[in-house]
């Protein structure tokens, strides 16, 4: 396993509430991304980052914000969730040994938005 | 139009067929490319990195053409283990290195 764990795993939650979720790293690498994945739509990135608090937009960045404060954590946040960011969310981590290697995933966390 | 693009299938296919998937990208800064495996209700985890000179591991075979943008993985020999769905993936680099996934195609190998 590459020691990336995401907290927590499963979350309900109340539209309009604010949710914060975590990605921990053990592994030191350089790149963090966060990614959501729907039926038919696979891995779709919403934020990235490529350094302590470098961050960058993906594909689906609205709604969302991010911060890396350290180079171990990244937090995603949903600033007002709502029903449509019901979804299965997966942090992962590359580039420990140079630019252009393979993402190892965290287990992923269930949020349901009620 | 999407940077990935993967045939989302599914391909239902018998034990000891050959599969193929294909893949296109649209980004010519495409770096690096890969094709991932995820199992239900599981992470994605790397199945193998695709080069231009074709790489192979046991059944399991990638190629890229970077002329037509497109990557390709060859199952030979299927079994019911290899049932999942397979990811391509894209390391885009502009500015930041960004790695992009298509939406995967789902595999069912019968008996």
């Known amino acids: 396993d590459a020691g990336i764990t995401q907290s927590p795993r499963h979350k309900v939650t109340e539209t309009g509430t604010p949710v914060t979720l975590r990605c921990h790293q053990t592994?030191?690498?350089?790149?963090m991304y966060w990614y959501r994945q729907d039926p038919g739509h696979g891995l779709r990135l919403i934020h990235y980052s490529y350094g302590v608090k470098d961050t960058d937009k993906g594909e689906v960045s609205d709604g969302y914000s991010v911060s890396r404060s350290k180079t171990e954590d990244f937090l995603l946040t949903l600033e007002s969730a709502t029903s449509s960011q019901t979804s299965v969310y997966f942090c992962a981590i590359s580039g420990r040994q140079g630019i252009g290697t393979e993402a190892f995933f965290g287990q992923g966390t269930r949020l349901t938005v009620v | 139009r999407k940077e990935v693009e993967q045939d989302p299938g599914p391909f239902n296919v018998p034990e000891g067929a050959t599969v193929a998937f294909n893949c296109t990208y649209s980004n010519s800064a495409s770096q690096s490319f890969f094709w991932y495996r995820q199992d239900c209700r599981k992470e994605p985890k790397l199945l193998m990195s695709v080069y231009s000179s074709g790489n192979e591991d046991g059944r399991f075979t990638a190629q890229l053409n970077r002329a037509s943008q497109y990557i390709s993985l060859l199952i030979r020999d299927s079994k019911l283990s290899d049932s999942a769905t397979y990811l391509c993936?894209?390391?885009?680099?502009?500015?930041?290195?960004?790695?992009?996934f298509g939406a995967g195609t789902r595999l069912f190998v019968k008996a």
């Open positions: 592994e030191n690498h350089r790149y």
């Open positions: 993936a894209v390391i885009l680099n502009t500015g930041g290195f960004k790695t992009i």
